[in-house]
């Protein structure tokens, strides 16, 4: 059975930082692509940043480049998700997501399409 947990949401004042961990369970980590995405109610689910399996390919949207950093950990089967600088629009459930080393993640890694595996969530909330 295929498991991920996010870990490390949370209440953070404006300008501050979270830490977001995915701990995924069930599959060969290594050889899984992994991304963030974040959903606020009425709104569909968004990319965030993306890391493929090797680690050596990382993405990012255009609206948190420079202020959130994706990283992983293979030996740990967890992905990392730094946020720094949180605005209000950062408000939001947080997804992490796995996806297989196929070929055509590279055209997909984006969108909720190119993933399998989604886990649970978990709530940012920034405030004044």
């Known amino acids: 059975q295929v498991q991920l947990v996010e870990s490390g949401g949370g209440l953070v004042q404006l300008g501050g930082s979270l830490r977001l961990s995915c701990e995924v369970s069930?599959?060969?980590?290594?050889?899984?692509?992994m991304g963030w995405f974040r959903q606020t109610p009425g709104r569909e689910r968004q990319f965030v940043a993306a890391i493929w399996s090797s680690g050596g390919k990382i993405r990012y949207a255009d609206s948190v480049k420079g202020r959130f950093t994706i990283s992983r950990d293979n030996a740990k089967n967890t992905v990392f998700l730094q946020m720094n600088s949180l605005g209000f629009v950062d408000t939001a459930v947080y997804y992490c997501?796995?996806?297989?080393?196929?070929?055509?993640?590279?055209?997909?890694?984006?969108?909720?399409?190119?993933?399998?595996?989604w886990g649970q969530g978990t709530q940012v909330t920034v405030s004044s």
């Open positions: 069930g599959v060969t980590f290594s050889r899984y692509n």
């Open positions: 997501a796995a996806a297989p080393n196929r070929s055509d993640y590279n055209g997909y890694y984006y969108t909720q399409r190119g993933y399998d595996y």
